[in-house]
């Protein structure tokens, strides 16, 4: 029997699939190879190259992304891929080896206004993290390492990381072109330097929840298919996936759904990193994602609530 399992997840560039894998392949660091010279540190994704719709292969925690030229769909194909990766797994060789790992990755981060006045999101050019965390103090970011130094800065009152970005909110006693060139710079060394974002044991432990609540520490939202969800709940959940989140990680915020009141019609919801406590947030929500989630659900959603906010 396979020791190991590959789950095919689509996002949202249709040319772009995730295989997670039930088990970790990095230590908490992520690697992208545009080619197969790029991937001399990773015989896997060099094997992946010799496949000819591979355009990207992109390596973090316990996932391959592989981004294809468009001479094939992913139906067709990704089937194979998965098998490919879960072989490469059960041979036992590494995924990454140790001599890359001991390298300093080049780093590019750049710093992007939110509506938010009060956060500012940091991009890098890396993938960092598998989901979305939110810190709010920093015993919460006890066992995450890229948080826990951000909050040595006295202006830094919340962390959010998601995918490839850090979003910052700061204290109101200053202002961000005093401080953001410093933020910048900090974050990608501490990213260039090859440090952990996030302790294995603490990935291990969240990877373990099923709960669709937010803990109070940090987030990894798991709403997807949830077989807890009522129907009504999986379509909302599916709107907010397709439409809302992506417009919402642009700005450097996140959105998750809480609950659902078939009585009222009312759709709760959590806002984390620049969405939270946003001055627009109320906006955002009445006339952007009440009125999307009425139109496409009508009669079955009249309001939307922040349970946050």
């Known amino acids: 029997m396979s020791q190991f399992s590959i789950t095919v997840q689509p996002t949202n560039n249709e040319n772009i699939v995730k295989f997670i894998t039930n088990s970790f392949l990095t230590q908490a660091k992520s690697y992208e190879f545009s080619?197969?010279?790029q991937a001399k540190p990773s015989a896997l994704a060099q094997e992946?190259?010799?496949l000819p719709f591979v355009k990207t292969v992109y390596i973090s925690q316990n996932f391959v992304a592989i981004e294809k030229f468009n001479i094939v769909d992913w139906p067709s194909v990704?089937?194979?891929v998965a098998k490919s990766i879960a072989e490469y797994l059960e041979s036992g060789k590494k995924v990454i080896?140790?001599?890359e790992t001991s390298k300093k990755v080049p780093v590019t981060v750049y710093a992007e206004s939110t509506p938010n006045p009060g956060v500012m999101k940091y991009v890098a050019n890396k993938p960092l993290a598998d989901g979305v965390f939110e810190f709010k103090t920093i015993e919460d970011a006890v066992e995450a390492p890229l948080a826990k130094a951000l909050f040595s800065f006295p202006f830094v009152?919340?962390?959010f990381i998601s995918a490839n970005y850090v979003s910052?909110?700061?204290y109101n006693v200053v202002e961000w072109m005093e401080v953001s060139n410093d933020l910048r710079s900090f974050i990608r060394t501490f990213i260039e330097d090859g440090k952990d974002i996030f302790n294995?044991?603490?990935?291990q432990r969240k990877k373990e929840v099923t709960s669709t609540s937010t803990d109070k520490k940090t987030s990894i939202t798991k709403e997807k298919n949830d077989a807890s969800h009522t129907s009504i709940e999986q379509e909302i959940i599916d709107i907010l996936d397709e439409y809302i989140k992506p417009a919402v990680a642009s700005d450097g915020g996140h959105i998750a759904f809480d609950s659902y009141q078939e009585e009222t019609k009312t759709v709760h919801v959590i806002l984390q990193g620049a969405c939270s406590g946003?001055?627009?947030a109320t906006v955002t929500l009445k006339n952007g994602i009440e009125t999307m989630l009425k139109e496409m659900m009508p009669g079955r959603v009249t309001t939307v609530e922040a349970v946050n906010g």
């Open 35 to 37: 080619n197969i010279d």
């Open 48 to 50: 992946l190259f010799y």
């Open 78 to 80: 990704q089937d194979e």
């Open 97 to 99: 080896t140790e001599e």
């Open 157 to 159: 009152k919340e962390i």
């Open 168 to 170: 910052v909110t700061k």
């Open 200 to 203: 294995d044991a603490f990935l």
């Open 278 to 280: 946003c001055p627009s």
